[in-house]
Structure formats: structure tokens, C-alpha cells
């Protein structure tokens, strides 16, 4: 098996540095070869290797990041301890379909003196941008930056982490930066959690109760399925699922308007229900998204 991935990685080049990445970018360019690009913070796992398969579909080369971005975490949040595993995320991606990898240090995206950044607001606001002050402001302005460095014709972004995909989605949008947003699904496992790089986290008592977050995902949809048009009664069934487990403490369980996050009163058209729970001392996030009927 190691003989496999070390032949695999043999394909895929590594860059750290801008002038590194732009002499491999420069002659797809010439050529017109459509870019796809997929950004992450490394422990990769199957939901990320999704969303690589997805951009090879998309584009005749693929483009991955790997950087743990400074900007998007909290003072008190787990930036130091954030698992960092590149020699094994690089087998992975080039096994997935990438042709690329660029690891850049902290101080190549963002140089000494740096002072510029993206505040994003509309879908930002509320929910994470609430409870994590300057956390979307991290997230756009790394997106922004790693966008412009690569150019990718497309970007491949995980419905998992909804609110983060509408920021994004806005931004370009909104700076008209001349890429396509695509979502990849969200991979789970067999018992419904979400994959995640901090499930790693979870003790083995945690990861059992961890799976409460998709049912109550699951018992809200049918509820929606069944004709409820409520918002505030979506939010119950939510609770109420979320409530029967004793090592789940509920930051939030909301229906939201798919394009901007804000809360709904009536459930109609495109919605988003998003969870952030904690299991234990590891933050879970997780949702689902719906085209309800008016």
C-alpha cells in the first residue's frame, strides 16, 4: 500500500510558494485547460475526497489546498491543536484525482504588513457569524485570496458547512470574480454523522451520541415532508430530538432562507436547516437542505 501512495503522490506536484504555484499554473493557462480548485484544511477525509472527484468531473486539472487558516478561528478555539497530517493528505489526493497540492506557510497568504480583508456580510450575519465574531471574515478573505491565486474556472465547496457555501457564494457574486461555485454533497456515515476532521475529537461514548445531530435533521425533514409549514414547529421537532441526549448541548437549531440565512417564519421555497451542538467538548455542525413547497 505504500508503494501505491508514494507512486500516486509521484504524479501530483506540491507547491509552498506563490512563484512556485504560478510556474505550474502558467501553462494550463496557455493551454485553456479549465481549473477546477477545492480548498481545505488538511485531515482530509471522504468528504473531502468527494468534492476533488468532483472538480476532476468539472475540469481538466485540479487544484487542492491545504491551509489552517489563522483568520477563521476564535481566541479560544482549537487552531493549536487542529490536525495537521500533509504527507498523508497529499497520498489521498493524488490517489483522488489532483494534479496540484498547494501548502503555503501563514505568511505566504498573508505577507508582513498585511492589512486587507474581505467583511462579508448578507448571509454572514447570525448563527456562526454570531456566535464566532470575524470567523466569515477569515473565511472570505482567505477564499478571496486563494481564489485570485489560483483562478480557477470552478471551486468546489461541501454543502456541510451551508453557511460558509452562501458566504461564498455571495462574495464572488458580489466582487464579480470570475469563478463557478459548485456543492458536493455531504458524506456521512453509515449511522448518519457527518463526516468532519473534528470527529476525531469524540471519545468513544461522544461518537455514539454524536449521531443524534442527523436524526433530529431526519425527524424535522419528514415533519416538513408531512406538510408543516411552521417554522417555529420545525425548530421544536428539532429540539425535542437534540433534548433526549444528555451530552448534547444545543447552541442552535434553526430554518433558515437558503440564500440568506435569516430565520424563517414560514417554511416555503428553498430552506436550510442548520445545528451546531456540542458533543461533549468537540463542536459538531450539521444540516439539511430543502425545497419545500409553498
Not at 138 to 161: E, H, Q, S, Y
Not at 206 to 213: K, S
Not at 260 to 273: E, I, K, N, R, W
Amino acid at each position: 500500500m505504500a508503494e501505491v501512495h508514494a507512486a500516486a503522490t509521484a504524479l501530483m506536484n506540491t507547491v509552498r510558494d506563490v512563484q512556485a504555484l504560478r510556474r505550474q499554473l502558467a501553462p494550463w493557462q496557455r493551454e485553456g485547460a479549465a481549473i477546477g480548485f477545492v480548498p481545505t484544511m488538511g485531515a482530509l477525509h471522504e468528504g473531502h475526497l468527494s468534492l476533488v472527484r468532483l472538480a476532476r468531473e468539472r475540469a481538466e486539472r485540479v487544484v487542492v489546498s491545504i491551509f489552517v487558516n489563522p483568520a477563521q478561528f476564535g481566541p479560544a478555539e482549537d487552531f493549536a491543536r487542529y490536525p495537521r497530517q500533509p504527507e498523508k493528505d497529499a497520498a489521498l489526493l493524488a490517489a483522488a484525482g489532483c494534479d496540484l497540492l498547494f501548502l503555503p506557510e501563514v505568511e505566504t497568504i498573508y505577507p508582513p504588513g498585511h492589512t486587507t480583508v474581505v467583511e462579508p456580510g448578507g448571509p454572514a450575519e447570525g448563527l456562526e457569524g454570531a456566535l464566532r465574531p470575524g470567523h466569515f471574515r477569515g473565511v472570505a478573505t482567505v477564499v478571496c485570496a486563494l481564489l485570485n491565486l489560483v483562478r480557477p474556472g470552478v471551486a468546489v465547496f461541501g454543502k456541510k458547512d451551508a453557511q460558509q457555501l452562501a458566504v461564498v457564494r455571495r462574495m464572488v457574486r458580489d466582487l464579480h470574480l470570475p469563478v463557478e461555485i459548485v456543492p458536493g454533497e455531504t458524506i456521512r456515515e453509515a449511522d448518519g454523522l457527518a463526516l468532519s476532521s473534528r470527529n476525531a475529537y469524540l471519545s468513544p461514548e461522544e461518537r455514539r451520541a454524536a449521531p443524534v445531530l442527523y436524526r433530529a435533521l431526519q425527524a424535522a425533514g419528514q415533519a416538513i415532508a408531512s406538510g408543516e409549514k411552521s417554522g417555529d414547529a420545525v425548530r421544536r421537532v428539532l429540539a425535542e430530538v437534540l433534548a433526549g441526549e444528555p451530552l448534547a448541548r444545543v447552541e442552535y437549531a434553526e430554518v433558515v432562507d437558503g440564500a440568506t440565512f435569516q430565520p424563517v417564519a414560514s417554511v416555503s421555497g428553498s430552506v436550510v436547516l442548520p445545528l451546531a451542538v456540542r458533543i461533549g467538548g468537540t463542536r459538531l455542525i450539521d444540516n439539511v437542505q430543502l425545497a419545500a413547497g409553498d
